[in-house]
């Protein structure tokens, strides 16, 4: 439960979220969300979180949503759920409903929705989430959906298939996943400013929405060269939107002052993250 899947859809409960190449013919879509939940107490959330800054201009007005869905077992009732952030982007801190769409009788064959909420309340303007989940948890819901599309006004328009370099750009606001592509690949070179503990600096290739927090997948995937061996922990030392400072952590080995590279081990699938989410 947490972003871990396309596209910034946010995963609200547990369960199997994974990619499909099960998509409508004709459509254009080359992947589908495949959501499914085996708990009985868990419908399947999938929401997309929507920054402040990309709501201001919607109060007052009306929005459309489209999007395509089938169910595979369980319940084929859905909703549709319009939140809006009760603080500027504080959408982890409590969200307000908007409205709630309920629809009933959705079939295995994929199918074209469109849904519309008017005169959108001030509080839009702190940020919207688009929410979807199943109707009914006690039959542990499997469900897909794709081609998911929120615009102005009340009449959907076809999908706007974006080229993906524009896509990812647009999602690497708010995350950024860094892998090597070869062995011992330079992260950056800094200087040790302790006995222990050292930076490096490290540039984003668009601005984030904030001062992102900076972890990796496993530490055993990197080392400190030259004092050798495996950092302890990595961290933020300090940075803004364009870059960061990425702080290493060793117990031993370091000298105040002395330069180090910080840089992918003997591998080729270590991961330095960046993380300015919603």
């Known amino acids: 439960a947490n972003y871990s899947g396309p596209d910034r859809w946010y995963y609200g409960n547990a369960g199997t979220y994974s990619r499909s190449t099960d998509v409508p013919s004709g459509q254009g879509f080359q992947y589908s969300n495949s959501v499914k939940v085996t708990a009985a107490t868990t419908y399947g959330v999938t929401a997309q979180r929507i920054e402040a800054v990309n709501c201001k201009h919607l109060v007052g007005k009306s929005v459309t949503a489209s999007f395509w869905l089938k169910t595979i077992s369980g319940s084929t009732g859905m909703n549709c759920l319009l939140y809006r952030a009760n603080t500027e982007d504080g959408h982890s801190s409590g969200v307000t409903a908007i409205?709630?769409?309920?629809?009933?009788?959705?079939?295995?064959?994929?199918?074209?929705y469109t849904l519309t909420w008017n005169s959108l309340p001030s509080e839009t303007a702190n940020g919207l989430q688009l929410y979807f989940y199943s109707a009914d948890a006690g039959?542990?819901?499997?469900?897909?959906?794709?081609?998911?599309?929120?615009?102005?006004?009340?009449?959907a328009t076809p999908f706007e298939?974006?080229?993906?370099?524009?896509?990812?750009?647009?999602?690497?606001?708010?995350?950024?996943?860094?892998?090597?592509?070869?062995?011992?690949?330079?992260?950056?070179?800094?200087?040790?400013?302790?006995?222990?503990?050292?930076?490096?600096?490290?540039?984003?290739?668009c601005e984030m929405r904030s001062?992102?927090?900076?972890?990796?997948?496993?530490?055993?995937?990197?080392?400190?060269?030259?004092?050798?061996?495996?950092?302890?922990?990595v961290q933020n030392d300090g940075g803004n939107l364009q870059s960061?400072?990425?702080?290493?952590?060793?117990?031993?080995?370091?000298?105040?002052?002395?330069?180090y590279q910080f840089e992918f081990g003997n591998n080729t699938d270590g991961d330095l993250r960046f993380d300015a989410e919603l």
């Open 161 to 205: 298939h974006e080229p993906y370099g524009v896509t990812l750009q647009k999602a690497q606001r708010y995350y950024i996943s860094v892998k090597n592509q070869t062995t011992f690949a330079p992260v950056g070179v800094g200087r040790a400013w302790s006995g222990t503990n050292g930076n490096v600096a490290y540039y984003f290739p």
């Open 244 to 259: 960061v400072k990425v702080g290493f952590v060793q117990s031993a080995g370091i000298t105040n002052g002395a330069f």
């Open 211 to 233: 001062n992102p927090t900076v972890s990796v997948a496993s530490l055993s995937k990197f080392d400190i060269v030259p004092a050798g061996g495996n950092p302890t922990a």
């Open 139 to 155: 039959t542990d819901p499997e469900y897909r959906i794709t081609g998911v599309q929120l615009e102005v006004g009340e009449t």
């Open 99 to 112: 409205e709630n769409k309920a629809f009933a009788g959705v079939t295995g064959t994929w199918t074209y």
